[in-house]
């Protein structure tokens, strides 16, 4: 113990040292409190490090407290460590009471770093010393308060004052003045002078020496050095703001002035550096704080100027003056622009001043809710006043006045002005952006739709201009939204409507469901009698005038509209302007209205009401606790488990009727308010038993909670749910639910329930029956309104069916006409061809373009190429122009090209658009605040159609959907067979969506003049179908608009009922919970439910009308829990927030005029770090909890907070005016993925960004991984919760300096205050910092704690000092795994060093992954990976194996198992050899042959095919190789070799009226129109494509070009574009030799433009080709073919009349084409059975069918189905051969099986034509099957013998030989050797012929016998036994077999199915009877195959 004496203090200090660096103050005023009452606690601690400095001041009230604590702590372990206690050196010092520590600072945050004492702390930065005070928390009171009995837990202990400290502050001296500016570097200066315990502010005021010549001089020294660094900016800020504060720049001016005596050199050079010093202040000053210094500055120029010049004018001085004098100059002009500023915000307030006392121009109660058409006029005025912020309204009628008329200003204003900027600037300017509206032109009114709560409309609006818009994400036509309509641009007619229901699929395609709206104040009136109770001037308050429902403009279904959006969410301003409009008296008036401070106790606890009132408050105390709520006597703090600030908020809540309790982030005002809503409950008997119902006998009255959004009401229910009984009624009514704890609550759920149970008040089911039959009155008036509405639905998704549509009958002939060219008689398909005129069905076959250009000459490629052509643009030309001519390929490509390229990308965006996930996007969790649950689109009827109805109905009614398009292979009329591609259905895709969504249609008179509609053009087309379909709508629109009234009318009544049954359950509820949305539109239940208490959570951001509206008149409690410092009330027009206050809340607005309140002032979430950007800024008297000193530091970053600053620019959106910056977003994504690495769960993540544009820019860069839990939102969404770890983008940088709501306090407290342990904010600081004061004064506190740079310092947690900056996404690279970039160097639990790079994870889920190296039996070491268990040795080692060789294998395993690997050379059946494994030897047969054929096919080219590919020669491949011969029509054909089909491209034939649409291989159909060829002197009367009846004529022509000069052509010809005289270098250039004849008349071919002499070009265009081949003519320069010349069309038309006949005689006739094509198809339906054998075949052979082959591609389809049905007859005579007999060897099956499938395969090889060869070779196989067949029954007879002949076993091993073991050609040598051997086996052993055991002759005698007129007479029993049936040979009886007793015959000429036809004996397959009936459907082939073997 020690024994010192104390001291008799009253106030003593014990020294404590040899401190814990863990202990802090908390933890020593919680020991040596337990031995007295503590005063304060100085713990001396490093600044940056936060090592204590092993000593401490311990401060007691009495000495011998002290003298205890001495000799009782002393040697007491604190942390692990004995303090030691001494008597204090130094007198006590204690500080006033408080949580104040030491500088004004928290003992753990950075401090400015300074020079006394020196030390080094944390990242080389010098700290100081300080000693904070450790003061048990108090509680900051608010404005106004008033004593009421507070006392118990509000008493502060007596202020004492502070002795005088030894270390008292001294003014600043010359000698440290020297030594600074001497020894310091400016960064240094700047830190030290900015301490505030350095002195230098006593100096300035004069307190220390005086501030002569000498020390002026010294100060300016050391501020021009000081001026050379940057910052840190708080502390230069504070040392310039000291200049300004004590006037020092007079003492500055002064000195200079002094400067004039110095004339001689050298004190002219030390004037100069004080004049540079100067000017460098005078620059600073105006830099920080131009306002406050340029009096100041302007003053010391003036001086500098004058003291320059009289120094002789020194040049430095003076260029730095001008600089400094330029700034002042521009700082003056806005400082001139801000005074102007200030008058004209002054003038402006005064005249609101004025306004404000103006009597309104008329009674607001006659001003409707919904805008007029005046509303909207240019020079519309509306009468508006500001709101109070600062002083009480006059009345009720000033007050409710005030707030009608701004609210109806806020959504008006922006339709007013939208629409100005329509009529200024045009709706039809697309380029155009309006501000304040969004315009959709050619809206058109579809089709009305009934729903159960009226009537609401399809439209349908032009998307045309909004292809780039995601409907997904965009805020547009959001549910709710206003819009208006018009068909006169607004100057007389004006509909209005609301969104009803919004789906982003129907929006792409413009489809909108609307709900039209009236404005029908009757409907609005909510003073009922029960209301008013009686009172009749509150019922004669409201204007019977307004009672009346205005005129109801007509909807006209045949006009286009157009609409304006605004964003206004008109359903809450309209239910709020009608509460306010219908509003007389307001409860607590006296303080909204009339601000009174003086708040009095809700009037059920008032004791003139009843007596003394006791509240439970054992729900927070956890014992019984019964308090006198209005004495003094309240539970102490403890007790209440609250800090004091809370406990005040609770007793202010409870006490006082009108309740205002504020709290900033993470103070808890949530809990208080929870706290609140646990008494209120507990006691509910003391408030709700005063209220009797003269109806009810004691009617319920539920606390009213009242929440901005439904986060923030279903966290505030969720509270509730935790502690409220099981009694208690919750009903929550706002938007959809989506958490799962508070869904039960929600007001539909609690009627479904009710429903369910048949659960319900008195008069429910009379409401539910009223209920019924009212929806039966609805379900009957439907089809009064709009018949067949889903047929209206679906036809909105479709092409309808031409039937459907009632065209006119000259456009349905044309239809038909179309159709039937291209369709087989009988088989016209009108809906193929209205797809294929809309250009729907173009060729589907995807071209490849790059591919084309091998058509093209390579000099032409080669120029086309020098343009910078890509290969796939000149492939394209190539294509669409058929034709390879340099001049018309590159202008095509050129005309072309944009439009290419805009394919090309609009192809690529819908690519990433179709494979974009599906997420929750901002526009959905708009609509789900502002949705209801009442506000679901349902039909009155039970729905008929669910999804795939609707499809089967679209199926029935469509041509094409969009199914069709997706799930279905289009194909084409005249194709090849191909399948659309995957291009080619996105660009239909594209196509059917862009058409469907327009709304453009033809009037009657532009229909009358369309004469043929093959000639219009595509999009006039579309407009034509529109227009039939709109007539086809048009006939269900039946409803009347008395109709749509009157079923309105019975809407409004049901909704009126179930407002009934609503009511009963919420008159039922102990809680009644909604969102400010909620209580405007179910304004009129909350106005019966007789609440007394209403709680309103997040109060300062909501608008004050819809808070006084959502009180009901019974409200005599009234709690408001918020935060006006966070985010604020967010009214539509920014001017009305800014000018007329509508941005202040009810509860700012009260706090403002000192409405009694608290603020909470300890927060629990923030560590201290992070809470200093915001105190004392923000919250002056915010301070820490305990819990947060002790926050867990942030793993893997140097520092909790930190700002990386960059200058990368944003990027600005389309549509929305938001932005977003990609450098951010890499840069977060990276820091998230980096912190994840550390061990943090995404849950503990979140990324706030403050636009939305970033939010999806986030949404879309994200990895899968990051997205399942790092959430992504919006500031303004995020408010009112918290994260462990925020990573925060400011998005802004640019070079405007334009940082827009950025500037905003209330966003930027909400941003900064979210985190709990880090927050990491990226962004452009330093234009935040000069664009905002608040941004400016948090860049300054980043900076002294060295917060804030480029580059964010990443610390690795398993080496701290190892740092790693990170500037970029590209720097996280150097830290992949998330520790540093050095090896991890680990040892493992096996030993072995970790080989990864340093990470922070452990090491136990890490598999080590190096070699075990452990040794095993066979002394080999383990070769597996470290994890793995150790199995049998893998090592490779030699051994020899069974068959001799020797290999390498595995250890462990034995030569017998090993499959040696060694080749061999192996002999295989077909002849050949190949080289196999070892192992393989013996295994393989002739189908592993990879010999090739080389045999040379009928077209005398080698065979491209081998061994196996040509199954040994006996079937080829088709030949592949290229045709390249020039077909006819001139191009070159493009088929494998073959004879040549008919071209394939497009046809170039043309003339001068039009081109061929044809293919070029198809006949041409001649020109019709009449021959242009005339001229004055002759005149062609032929048709064009007749030969003309004239001569050419050979005059001059006698024309004038252009240029002046004459004409050179000849008369009647097209005038040559070059002249003589101005292009006499082209025109007598040599070609043909007489061009420069003075005389030469010339003709210019128009196909190429090129020029000749007529008489040499009419010699060349008569001479004949070469061998008198059929050629069209071409130009003798460039070889273009000669098309449009009439001088030559009489040779042009001779050659065109051959070149058809060659194509005709190609072609073959269309009509047989078509015919046969049916044929065929029919056989395909007639023969089921052949499906069982070949339906894949069958499949792809129809399908070829169906795409209109060529005749000749025809021919090779039908020669596949015949080569089929020859392979199908050999498989039956199989089956029936082995359903015969079981005794067929299974081995030769087998072979023969294997042959049909190689048949199979050669025969579906695709082919355009066949050749006799394969006809030959094929046959041949047939045959061999045939024999093989024969060999196989054969065969098993043969085995069946006991003694078989020698001769017949030898003969039937050369069959063998021969059929099966032989894989040569089935020749003829072959054939005959078969022939023999089966011939002498039969002669050798006639028994082996059949199963009957007699000779064929036998047989014949016994058919002769039996007199058959035709065979087919003989039949098999199941068992095989044959018999016969006479007459017809059709069954018409049934018997038994006589030898086994089956079944055999028949009935009604039908076999019993278990005989079959016998061909033993006649060798039949059919019976005669079924011959009879069916041989004419034989096919040929087969008739001659039954022919050839003898069966006719």
């Known amino acids: 113990m020690n024994n010192t004496t104390l001291p008799s203090y009253q106030i003593a200090s014990l020294h404590v040292s040899n401190l814990h660096y863990d202990v802090t103050e908390a933890m020593l005023y919680d020991k040596f409190s337990q031995v007295g009452p503590v005063l304060s606690i100085h713990v001396c601690r490093d600044m940056n490090t936060g090592r204590s400095l092993c000593y401490a001041y311990v401060n007691f009230k009495q000495s011998a407290d002290a003298k205890r604590a001495l000799d009782t702590m002393n040697l007491v372990p604190i942390k692990g460590r004995p303090i030691r206690i001494t008597w204090s050196k130094r007198e006590p010092h204690v500080r006033k009471p408080g949580f104040v520590h030491a500088e004004g600072r928290d003992p753990r945050a950075p401090a400015p770093r300074g020079r006394v004492p020196r030390g080094r702390g944390r990242g080389g930065t010098r700290g100081n010393l300080r000693r904070p005070a450790y003061r048990a928390p108090c509680v900051s009171r608010g404005r106004g308060r008033q004593g009421n009995g507070h006392d118990n837990f509000n008493n502060r202990n007596e202020e004492v004052q502070p002795h005088n400290r030894v270390d008292q502050i001294r003014p600043m001296g010359y000698k440290r003045l020297e030594d600074l500016e001497q020894n310091e570097s400016p960064q240094d200066i700047i830190i030290t002078l900015g301490n505030h315990r350095s002195g230098l502010e006593l100096l300035l005021k004069g307190d220390g020496e005086k501030l002569d010549d000498g020390m002026v001089q010294m100060l300016l020294k050391v501020f021009g050095k000081m001026l050379e660094a940057d910052g840190p900016a708080q502390s230069l800020s504070h040392i310039l703001r000291l200049i300004t504060k004590y006037d020092f720049g007079t003492r500055i001016t002064k000195f200079l002035y002094g400067l004039l005596i110095e004339q001689s050199d050298t004190g002219r050079e030390k004037a100069s550096v004080h004049l540079k010093n100067a000017l460098k202040v005078a620059k600073a000053l105006l830099a920080v704080m131009p306002s406050e210094s340029e009096k100041t500055v302007s003053m010391m120029m003036c001086i500098l100027k004058t003291v320059n010049n009289g120094l002789g004018g020194i040049l430095a001085v003076q260029a730095m003056y001008d600089d400094v004098n330029e700034i002042l100059a521009g700082v003056g002009e806005e400082l001139k622009k801000k005074r102007q500023k200030r008058k004209q915000r002054k003038a402006r307030l005064d005249a609101m001043d004025e306004i404000s006392q103006l009597e309104p121009p008329d009674d607001f109660r006659q001003i409707p809710v919904f805008p007029q058409l005046q509303d909207i006029q240019v020079d519309s005025q509306p009468f508006i006043r500001p709101n109070l912020i600062s002083g009480a309204y006059r009345g009720i009628d000033h007050y409710l006045d005030v707030q009608y008329r701004l609210l109806r200003e806020d959504f008006i204003r922006p339709l007013r002005d ?154 809450a301003y309209r239910h709020v302007l009608a509460g306010l409009r219908d509003t007389v008296s307001l409860p607590l008036e006296r303080y909204i209205v009339s601000c009174e401070t003086d708040v009095h106790a809700p009037a059920y606890l008032r004791p003139g009401t009843r007596g003394r009132v006791e509240y439970d408050f054992s729900s927070i105390t956890g014992k019984q606790t019964m308090v006198d709520v209005l004495g003094n006597q309240w539970p102490s703090c403890g007790e209440l488990r609250l800090n004091q600030s809370q406990a005040e908020g609770l007793k202010l809540a409870l006490t006082h009727e009108l309740a205002i309790l504020q709290g900033p982030p993470g103070t808890g005002k949530t809990h208080v308010g929870l706290e609140i809503m646990k008494i209120l409950l507990k006691n509910k008997g003391i408030w709700s038993r005063s209220h009797v119902d003269a109806r009810n006998a004691a009617s319920s009255c539920p606390i009213l909670v009242v929440c901005y959004t439904n986060h923030a009401l279903d966290q505030f229910l969720e509270g509730i749910a935790k502690f409220s009984s099981k009694n208690s009624v919750i009903v929550r009514v706002g938007g959809r639910c989506q958490n799962e704890v508070t869904k039960k609550f929600s007001l539909f759920k609690i009627k479904q329930e009710r429903q369910r149970n048949e659960i319900g008040f008195r008069g429910t089911k009379a409401i539910r029956r009223a209920i019924w039959d009212l929806r039966d009155e609805m379900r009957s008036r439907q089809d009064d309104i709009s018949v067949n509405v889903n047929e209206l639905e679906a036809s909105l998704h479709i092409i309808q069916k031409l039937a459907n549509l009632n065209i006119p009958i000259q456009f349905r002939r044309q239809f038909h006409d179309a159709s039937a060219c291209t369709h087989a008689p009988g088989n016209i398909d009108l809906d193929h061809e209205l797809l294929s005129w809309l250009g729907l069905k173009a060729k589907t076959r995807e071209v490849v373009y790059h591919e084309e250009i091998g058509n093209l000459q390579p000099y032409t490629l080669m120029l086309l190429r020098s343009f910078q052509h890509t290969d796939e643009e000149i492939g394209r030309a190539f294509y669409e122009k058929g034709e390879d001519n340099l001049h018309i390929l590159h202008a095509h490509i050129l005309a072309h090209k944009e439009e290419w390229m805009k394919y090309n990308n609009e192809t690529r965006v819908e690519e990433l658009v179709e494979e974009e996930e599906d997420m929750k996007e901002e526009a959905d969790m708009v609509q789900q605040q502002r949705m209801l649950d009442s506000d679901e689109f349902r039909r009155i009827a039970p729905a008929k159609n669910t999804e795939d109805e609707m499809k089967q109905l679209m199926e029935k009614m469509g041509a094409m959907t969009f199914d069709d398009i997706h799930h279905k292979d289009v194909l084409q009329e005249n194709g090849d067979g191909w399948q659309q591609t995957s291009k080619d259905k996105k660009k239909s895709k594209r196509m059917l969506r862009k058409q469907l969504s327009k709304t453009s249609i033809m009037t009657d008179e532009e229909e009358h003049s369309v004469y043929n509609i093959y000639e219009l053009p595509i999009e006039e087309r579309w407009r034509l179908y529109r227009t039939w379909v709109n007539r086809w709508r048009e006939q269900f629109l039946v409803a009347s608009d008395s109709q749509i009234i009157e079923y309105n009318r019975l809407a409004a009544q049901l909704a009126q009922l179930r407002r009934l049954e609503d009511a009963e359950i919420l008159q039922g509820a102990d809680v009644v919970a909604v969102t400010t949305t909620g209580a405007a539109k179910y304004r009129d239940l909350i106005y019966k439910l007789k609440s007394k208490i209403v709680v309103v959570e997040e109060a300062a951001e909501v608008l004050e009308a819809h808070i006084v509206t959502a009180m009901p008149k019974s409200t005599e409690h009234l709690i408001l829990i918020g935060d006006h410092q966070q985010l604020k009330p967010s009214p539509t027009v920014y001017a009305l927030a800014k000018q007329f206050n509508m941005d202040t809340s009810l509860f700012e607005r009260l706090m403002k005029v000192h409405i009694p309140h608290v603020t909470l002032n300890i927060q629990h979430r923030m560590r201290p770090e992070i809470a200093d950007l915001i105190r004392p800024r923000i919250y002056k008297d915010l301070q820490d909890h305990e819990s947060v000193l002790y926050r867990d530091e942030i793993t893997g970053v140097a520092k909790p907070v930190f700002f990386i600053s960059h200058d990368v620019h944003e990027d600005n959106l389309r549509d929305g005016r938001t932005k977003q910056n990609l450098h951010e977003v890499d840069f977060l994504i990276a820091l998230c993925d980096y912190l994840l690495k550390q061990g943090y769960e995404p849950e503990q993540i979140t990324i706030l960004v403050m636009y939305t544009g970033q939010l999806f820019a986030f949404r879309n860069a994200m990895p899968q991984k990051l997205r399942r839990g790092v959430r992504v939102t919006a500031v303004d969404n995020f408010q009112g919760e918290e994260n462990d770890i925020i990573l925060l983008s400011l998005v802004r940088s640019n070079d405007k300096a334009s940082i827009g709501f950025l500037a905003t306090e209330n966003r930027i407290c909400v941003a900064l205050s979210r985190a709990r342990l880090a927050l990491y904010c990226i962004g452009n600081m330093d234009l935040l910092s000069t664009k905002s004061s608040m941004w400016h004064q948090i860049l300054g506190h980043l900076e002294n704690a060295d917060s804030v740079g480029e580059s964010l310092t990443l610390q690795c947690k398993n080496h701290p000092d190892r740092l790693t900056p990170v500037k970029t996404a590209l720097d996280f690279k150097n830290v992949p795994e998330g520790g540093c970039g050095q090896q991890c160097q680990m040892r493992l639990e096996c030993g072995h060093v970790c080989r990864r790079l340093c990470h922070p994870d452990d090491h136990s889920k890490n598999k080590c992954t190096k070699p075990c190296e452990k040794l095993l039996e066979c002394g080999h070491r383990c070769s597996r990976p470290c994890y793995a268990a150790c199995t049998a040795c893998v090592k490779m080692v030699t051994k020899l194996l069974r068959c001799g060789h020797e290999q390498k294998v595995r250890c462990s395993e034995s030569p017998v198992d090993v499959s040696c690997q060694a080749k061999v050379e192996e002999h295989l059946p077909c002849g050949h050899s190949i080289k196999v494994e070892c192992a393989k030897s013996g295994k393989v047969d002739q189908t592993n042959c990879t010999e090739k054929c080389n045999s040379f096919l009928e077209c005398d080219h080698a065979c491209k095919g081998n061994c196996v590919k040509c199954y040994q020669g006996r079937l080829h491949m088709p030949c592949a190789k290229s045709c390249g011969r020039t077909l006819i029509c001139g191009h070159k054909c493009t088929s494998k070799c073959s004879s040549c089909p008919p071209c394939e491209r497009k046809c170039q034939t043309q003339c001068v009226h039009s081109k061929c649409a044809n293919k070029c291989g198809q006949p041409c159909t001649p020109c019709k129109e009449k021959c242009s060829w005339q001229c004055k002197h002759r005149e062609c009367t032929m048709l064009c494509s007749e030969p003309c009846n004239r001569e050419p004529c050979n005059e001059p022509c006698e024309k004038n070009l252009k240029c002046g000069h004459p004409c050179i052509g000849l008369c009647g010809e097209p005038c040559p574009n070059l002249c003589r005289i101005c292009d006499e270098e082209k025109v007598t250039e040599i070609f043909f030799g007489d061009e420069e004849e003075p005389d030469a008349r010339f003709v210019q071919l128009m196909d190429c433009k090129h020029v000749f002499t007529y008489e040499n070009l009419d010699q060349w265009m008569n001479q004949k080709e070469d061998g008198n081949a059929i050629k069209m003519k071409e130009c003798p320069r460039c070889k273009t073919t000669v098309w449009k010349s009439t001088r030559y069309g009489n040779i042009i038309n001779k050659l065109l009349d051959s070149v058809n006949k060659v194509k005709e005689k190609q072609w073959g006739d269309a009509m047989l084409a078509n015919e046969s094509r049916g044929q065929l198809r029919d056989e395909f339906r007639k023969d089921q059975i052949m499906k069982k054998y070949h339906a894949l075949e069958l499949k792809g052979i129809l399908e070829k069918l169906e795409a209109r082959p060529s005749p000749g591609k025809l021919v090779a389809i039908e020669k596949a189905f015949r080569r089929l049905q020859s392979l199908y007859n050999l498989e039956q005579a199989r089956d029936k051969l082995k359903a015969g007999d079981e005794t067929i060897p299974r081995k030769y099956l087998s072979a023969f099986d294997n042959d049909i499938k ?70 003829a040598a072959i054939k005959a050797t078969v022939a023999k051997s089966f011939k002498r086996i039969y002669e050798k052993a006639p028994g082996l012929m059949s199963t009957l055991g007699i000779s064929e002759a036998e047989k014949k005698m016994i058919c002769n016998a039996m007199g058959f007129a035709a065979k087919g007479h003989w039949f098999e029993c199941p068992k095989g036994h044959v018999y016969a049936i006479g007459d017809c040979g059709g069954a018409t009886t049934t018997a038994k077999c006589p030898e086994c007793g089956s079944r055999i015959g028949g009935e009604r000429h039908q076999l019993d199915p278990y005989n079959r036809v016998s061909e033993v004996m006649d060798g039949a397959r059919r019976s005669a009877y079924d011959e009879d009936m069916d041989r004419n459907h034989i096919p040929q082939e087969m008739l001659r195959d039954l022919h050839q073997e003898g069966f006719f």
């Open 1798 to 1867: 190689m048949m199979t395969k050669w025969v579906m090889l695709e082919r355009s034509q066949t050749s006799e060869q394969e006809d030959e070779n094929f046959q041949n196989e047939i045959s061999r099957l045939k024999h093989v067949l024969e060999y196989i029954k054969l065969f098993a007879r043969w085995t069946q013998q006991s003694d078989p002949d020698l001769e017949v076993t030898g003969h039937i091993q050369i069959l063998r030989q021969k059929l099966l073991e032989t894989f040569r050609p089935y020749n």
């Open 418 to 571: 939208g629409i100005n900027e329509i009529r200024e600037f045009g709706d039809s300017d697309a380029k155009h952006r309006f501000d304040n509206v969004k315009v959709y032109h050619d809206v058109r009114v579809l089709f009305p739709k009934a729903d159960d709560k009226g009537v609401l409309h399809r439209i349908q609006f032009s998307t045309e201009n909004f292809g780039n818009i995601r409907w997904q994400n965009t805020k547009r036509l959001l549910f709710g939204n206003l819009l208006c309509f018009s068909s006169d641009n607004f100057e007389r007619e004006v509909l209005f409507a609301v969104v009803a229901d919004r789906k982003p699929e129907d929006l792409e395609m413009g489809n909108l469901t609307v709900s039209f709206v009236y404005d029908n104040a009757g409907e609005e009136n909510l003073v009922s009698d029960d209301e008013s109770d009686g009172d009749a001037e509150a019922a004669e308050a409201i204007p019977r005038g307004r009672r009346t429902a205005t005129a109801r403009p007509l909807i006209n279904m045949r006009k286009l509209y157009t609409m304006v959006e605004t964003d206004a969410y008109f359903e």
